[in-house]
């Protein structure tokens, strides 16, 4: 009923930029909130930026100053700009979408399968 397709991610060197796009398509009827996850590896998944309908936002402390979480509503697609980019943001980046969707409209927290971001030192 709903899927989201990430592109964008790759290598870059520290302090480099790369910018993530997801794009969610199927049966919306209405998102809530779009926002990038992130899992380095050993380590549990975390909110990376996450932005609402309205366009309210909210960042983890780690990347503050130096990312930007943005929307297209009428596209129903988020970006990720991710500047001054350092080692420790290695990790798999992952899409996230609150919304309702289907034909009996059912709310639904949907999921990307990930892009790979690598920042070498």
Excluded: H
């Excluded at 380590?43 to 932005?51: G, N």
């Excluded at 983890?60 to 943005?70: C, E, H, L, P, Q």
């Excluded at 980019?85 to 990307?112: F, H, I, R």
């Amino acid at each position: 009923q709903v899927q989201l397709v990430e592109s964008g991610g790759g290598l870059v060197q520290a302090g480099g930029s790369l910018r993530l796009s997801c794009a969610a398509s199927g049966t919306i009827f209405s998102i809530n909130a779009m926002g990038w996850y992130r899992q380095a590896p050993g380590k549990q998944r975390e909110l990376v930026a996450a932005i609402t309908s309205g366009g309210s936002t909210n960042y983890a402390d780690s990347v503050k100053g130096r990312f930007t979480i943005s929307r297209d509503n009428a596209k129903n697609t988020v970006y990720l700009q991710m500047n001054s980019l350092k080692p420790e943001d290695t990790a798999v980046y992952y899409c996230n979408a609150d919304l309702v969707a289907g034909l009996l409209g059912s709310a639904l927290d949907a999921w990307g399968q990930g892009t790979l971001v690598t920042v070498s030192s």
